[in-house]
């Protein structure tokens, strides 16, 4: 099980975290709850159980992390990033931009659209994941790439 789904809760937690060392460590969270709680496992539905395991250790740690103060924010903005092609990095603005239009998002938006639009689950998948009905899903998908493509309309205006 692990094998066969890891890569796909990972990316998953790291679409939703933005932090690569975060999303590793609630790749770990997720997969020793889902062994603690293997017997209630339905066969046909593993990637969905474990993407609703992983959603819940990412919603634990932002719980967890409101009660935490970062003291010194100015040392990670210090580090310099390494040098990329002209291409790498023109890619790597638009991948930045996409995700600060996707930060911008509600919570529940951001995440019907991560689930849906980025990880090809089904509408029924997600709102299993996220506990709310598929009706709900398909309406915070509509608005959710409403605004994301009204940001890249603004940007293109903005452009010209």
């Avoid at 017997?39 to 539905?45: D, G, I, M, V, Y």
């Avoid at 709310?132 to 409403?146: C, D, E, N, T, Y």
Wanted: net charge negative; proline share 1%; aromatic share 12%.
């Amino acid at each position: 099980m692990y094998e066969a789904y890891v890569k796909d809760v990972h990316r998953y937690l790291l679409s939703l975290s933005r932090d690569p060392y975060l999303a590793e460590d609630l790749v770990q969270e997720t997969f020793f709850r889902a062994y603690l709680y293997m017997e209630q496992l339905n066969e046909e539905k593993v990637k969905m159980w474990l993407f609703r395991v992983a959603y819940h250790a990412f919603i634990d740690h932002k719980r967890k992390q409101k009660r935490s103060v970062i003291k010194d924010n100015d040392f990670f903005a210090q580090l310099k990033e390494e040098q990329s092609t002209e291409a790498q990095a023109v890619l790597n603005d638009q991948i930045r931009e996409l995700k600060v239009w996707i930060d911008k998002l509600p919570e529940k938006q951001k995440n019907a659209v991560l689930l849906v639009d980025f990880h090809d689950l089904s509408y029924s998948d997600a709102s299993a994941i996220m506990e709310v009905s598929v009706a709900h899903v398909k309406i915070l998908l509509f608005r959710g790439r409403q605004f994301l493509r009204q940001q890249k309309v603004e940007r293109v205006e903005s452009d010209e």
